[in-house]
């Protein structure tokens, strides 16, 4: 009988592969990963039934009034894109840094974080999840002192491929804990830029329920704290894709209740400057993600429970 190889060998072995992976799609044209997104985002849809039916669900939340065959249809879209943002990791980590430059076809709304370092202001932004926000993170760390916050992945020996990939232009990369709070403010008070994702659930005790599309989501509280103490700029930055050719930045004026102190009413805000990013196209936000799975667990505001029972 043979023997199981032991698991830390397994997962050396699969970060190897995925490593390998990304190194021989960074040499891809966008045009080819984009070809390769639309073979693979079918099969994604159709196999892969955890992120179909929690992107369904997402949908059905969002776009009540759409017929099903609309969501459906927006759901293999959404996947096919997400299936694109994987395969452009190698990109946006691993290619010639003029090659990812000249995939980045327009920037737009640069001068807000221009006129709010002239003014000696930090600029905060944040990043939904949203076309490619790898390519996002390459643009600002390209141009701007950036810092922002780092979580090692799953699989832990794939941590040195990704820091160095997002780090590679002069990012600075903190913890998410205090330390790496710390770190943040003090890169705002030198009129720096740093980034936030808004819309992933903080832990217990780090957020407050806030509607997002409507229905209440649990919402991180960290940015009136920093906005408080620093008086930053905040704008909702994005990598939108254009299929096949490359990617336009867009930065957008954040919603001015994230400027309040009231941690509700901030992260209202934030949530509804996440909805505006996302209206530029719905398909390219990653609609598999369990935004509503805190507010599930406490049973808060939902009407029919049980439409949310594969959360």
Do not use: C
């Amino acid at each position: 009988m043979t023997q199981e190889a032991p698991p830390s060998r397994k997962r050396v072995s699969r970060a190897s592969a995925i490593a390998w992976l990304w190194k021989s799609l960074s040499h891809w044209p966008i045009a080819r990963l984009w070809r390769f997104a639309a073979l693979l985002g079918p099969l994604v849809y159709y196999f892969s039934k955890r992120e179909r039916q929690i992107t369904n669900i997402n949908l059905g939340v969002v776009y009540p009034n759409a017929t099903k065959s609309e969501r459906n249809a927006l759901a293999k879209q959404s996947l096919k894109h997400s299936a694109a943002t994987m395969l452009e990791l190698g990109h946006a980590w691993m290619a010639a840094p003029e090659k990812v430059q000249a995939s980045i076809l327009s920037v737009h709304g640069r001068d807000k974080l221009d006129s709010a370092r002239a003014e000696g202001r930090g600029v905060i932004v944040l990043a939904p999840h949203f076309g490619n926000w790898e390519v996002l993170n390459f643009w600002l760390s390209s141009h701007f002192p950036f810092t922002a916050m780092y979580e090692p992945p799953k699989i832990a020996d794939l941590e040195s491929v990704t820091r160095h990939g997002r780090e590679r232009m002069g990012a600075s990369l903190v913890p998410t804990n205090p330390r790496g709070v710390a770190a943040l403010l003090k890169a705002l008070k030198r009129s720096e830029a740093i980034g936030i994702l808004p819309d992933q659930e903080p832990a217990w005790g780090s957020g407050v329920f806030a509607p997002f599309f409507g229905r209440e989501a649990y919402t991180a509280t960290l940015l009136p704290k920093l906005v408080a103490r620093t008086q930053a700029r905040v704008v909702t930055g994005v990598a939108l894709r254009v299929p096949g050719k490359g990617f336009e930045i867009h930065f957008l004026d954040a919603d001015e209740r994230v400027y309040s102190a009231d941690d509700v009413i901030s992260a209202t805000g934030v949530n509804a400057s996440v909805e505006a990013s996302i209206a530029l196209e719905p398909a390219q936000y990653q609609w598999e993600y369990k935004r509503y799975r805190k507010v599930i667990e406490e049973q808060q505001g939902l009407a029919n429970a049980n439409d949310f029972r594969l959360y």
